[in-house]
């Protein structure tokens, strides 16, 4: 009697979990949270703007530029020169400057190439070669705007990883919820039963051992949901990582939040593309990670075409139209461009050699052919992972099917087997495992229903459409 009393007692010791499932999350929902808070979202924001300050930079070499310079020299009580000039200069984007201004010249000593007086200017700067069709300037604002580009693909690209990201950290978070469920469930059938066979045993029906048996089965599933508890509670810690408040302020999903009760029945999915095709199709046009090959190459080919400039001679044309006094409208009328009043300047330089310019040249050229390999690489990979993603999905459909039914016969063997040891036809022994083997095959059936959704979401990111 002893022994029956120790087993009474631990029986009526467990502690039994309360059911507290007051607020719930989905994959929407999560999407949408890490979509509007996440650090990572932000910071991307922030490389966005970074990008347009730089296009602004690049867009300042074209600003007009204003100037003034004025000097005087004195020796002896003698004034030398005094001087005052002021001019304003206009870049173009075809590489020609335009100039415009005016100087007054007085002083006893200057030099004679000066003209002394009031005196007026336009002149223009134009390359007759090298950087005629493509120079550093025009060469900077065209690439800053190609990276705003990029920046923005690439926070696209960001978000769609982060978004994977979370929703695998999610369905880790609803299998080890759902797992948590069924061993619980498993952990107060035995208890029940446990209890149904110590009662007997205390009417001499069943003996010790039986008693013993239901007792060591209910223990295992006392530990089994234990377990299973701490896997749901650390898959909440491992989810919390994407759940961001304003202010870049982080949330610890509490313990009382759980998954949806219709888990199943993901309604986020229904706009989702899973046709081979189309995602095949979607990926080569849209997919972030594949444009921005399709930008980087356009960048390198206008830091190729500016390279190619080092291969030309720098042959440069000045030319000044001159006039007396502050009047600009005596400049442009009353004389002819070589006639006179004007100042002419022809500037020619090149290296011997060019070795620096078929250098650079080169160099160019072989990183736009190794940029293409990366983009066809890119192209093919992503390729073979929707194709992969796509069979396991397909493949899951029917495993899942299959392990449903599995299932279902093991529930219906348990079933059988407790009708049976009812009868005094079979054992606690046989009850137990055919019991252990319905609960791995509802635990692989849930596995599989996670794999599955996961699957689906895996699709849409490697194709680009998870935004």
Do not use: C
């Amino acid at each position: 009697m002893n022994f029956k009393m120790v087993i009474f007692t631990l029986l009526f010791s467990f502690s039994f979990f309360a059911q507290d499932s007051i607020k719930t999350l989905n994959a929407d929902q999560l999407i949408n949270i890490v979509k509007a808070f996440h650090p990572i979202v932000k910071q991307s924001d922030i490389r966005i703007e970074k990008s347009f300050a730089e296009l602004l930079l690049a867009r300042s070499s074209f600003d007009p530029m204003f100037s003034n310079n004025s000097g005087q020299k004195t020796v002896d009580n003698l004034t030398y020169y005094n001087y005052s000039a002021t001019e304003i200069k206009i870049p173009t984007w075809f590489g020609v400057e335009l100039a415009g201004g005016i100087e007054n010249l007085t002083g006893a000593k200057f030099d004679p190439t000066e003209t002394p007086g009031q005196t007026n200017y336009l002149g223009i700067t134009v390359p007759l070669a090298r950087n005629l069709l493509m120079d550093k300037r025009r060469a900077t604002l065209k690439q800053a705007k190609i990276y705003t580009e990029i920046s923005e693909l690439e926070k696209q690209a960001i978000v769609n990883d982060l978004l994977m990201q979370s929703i695998e950290a999610y369905y880790i978070w609803v299998r080890s919820y759902q797992t948590f469920l069924v061993v619980k469930d498993n952990f107060l059938n035995s208890k029940k039963r446990a209890d149904l066979v110590f009662k007997s045993f205390l009417n001499g029906e069943k003996s010790g051992l039986d008693t013993l048996e239901a007792f060591v089965q209910y223990q295992s599933f006392e530990l089994l949901m234990n377990n299973k508890e701490l896997e749901f509670k650390n898959a909440g810690l491992g989810l919390s990582a994407f759940l961001w408040k304003n202010e870049n302020e982080p949330v610890f999903l509490p313990e009382e939040v759980v998954p949806q009760v219709n888990w199943e029945d993901e309604l986020h999915i229904d706009s989702f593309t899973l046709v081979l095709d189309d995602l095949l199709s979607f990926s080569s046009a849209k997919n972030p990670n594949i444009q921005i090959y399709s930008y980087k190459l356009r960048s390198l080919e206008i830091d190729q075409k500016l390279k190619f400039q080092e291969l030309l001679p720098k042959v440069d044309l000045k030319y000044n139209s001159l006039a007396k006094g502050y009047d600009f409208s005596k400049n442009v009328a009353g004389h002819s461009l070589f006639d006179n009043n004007f100042l002419y300047g022809l500037k020619v330089e090149m290296p011997l050699f060019i070795a620096k310019g078929r250098a650079e040249y080169k160099i160019s050229k072989l990183k736009i052919e190794d940029t293409r390999i990366d983009q066809t690489q890119k192209v093919v990979f992503n390729s073979i992972k929707i194709k992969s993603y796509y069979n396991e999905y397909e493949t899951l459909k029917n495993q899942i099917l299959l392990q449903d039914q599995i299932y279902t016969n093991y529930r219906r063997l348990v079933e059988a087997e407790e009708k049976r040891f009812e009868n005094g036809e079979s054992s606690l022994f046989l009850i137990n495992s055919r019991e252990n083997k319905a609960l791995e095959s509802q635990e692989k059936l849930i596995e599989l229903k996670t794999k599955y959704y996961k699957s689906i979401f895996a699709l849409q990111w490697i194709s680009g459409k998870l935004l």
